[in-house]
């Protein structure tokens, strides 16, 4: 089964455990309908940005709609407009759900993030290259060996500084706040 075909099943039936129609589940996230239909039916290869997009409006951690690291097949890359992230693990508990992602930050490109759920916090530790990153205004530099860690419930950025790709690992958390509707 492709990437696409297992996004696509898990935001339908997030969809219709959320109770909610396709045009709902689409003005929410501001993703067009017939962009989301294509993607639920499996037609359409999903960005990182219309993946966040969703998982917002349905209130679950973007790990609720892709394959599961330890599925035997190859790691699913989702790609944005600068960033290529993999997860690699989810643990959920109930004071939050945690997710690990290897990531590369393309130069050239800066990857714009939405507000995520209430409550999630973003910590990135640059392996190699270096980074621009955090609150819209409040960007950090990240040089490889360090960290920087911001509320991601709110517009974010990310950026590789210079003509290197950034290697890192992100650690995304959605506190309580942040109801996570899924089961690992």
């Known amino acids: 089964m492709t990437l696409a075909d297992n996004v696509g099943r898990a935001l339908r039936a997030l969809r219709e455990a959320a109770g909610l129609s396709l045009s709902e589940l689409a ?7 017939a962009t989301l239909s294509e993607l639920e039916s499996g037609r359409r290869n999903p960005t990182l940005e ?13 790990s609720a709609v892709l394959p599961a690291p330890d599925g035997g097949g ?10 290529d992230a993999v997860l690699i693990t989810r643990f959920t508990a109930a004071e939050a759900t945690t997710e690990l992602y ?13 507000a995520h759920t209430p409550g999630t916090v973003e910590h990135l530790v640059v392996l190699a290259g ?37 290697d ?17």
């Open 50 to 62: 219309t993946l966040y997009a969703l998982t917002t409006a349905l209130g679950v951690p973007l």
């Open 27 to 33: 003005r929410q996230s501001g993703v067009g309908k």
């Open 74 to 83: 190859p790691a699913a890359v989702v790609s944005g407009q600068a960033v």
């Open 168 to 184: 890192a690992v992100l650690v995304m958390t959605y506190s309580p706040a942040a109801p996570a509707r899924l089961s690992s």
């Open 102 to 114: 290897r990531m590369t930050i393309r130069p050239g490109a800066a990857q714009r993030s939405a």
């Open 130 to 166: 270096t980074a621009v990153v955090g609150g819209e205004g409040r960007e950090r530099t990240v040089r490889a060996g360090r960290s920087y860690t911001w509320p991601a419930d709110e517009p974010h950025t990310y950026a590789a500084k210079g003509s290197a790709p950034v």
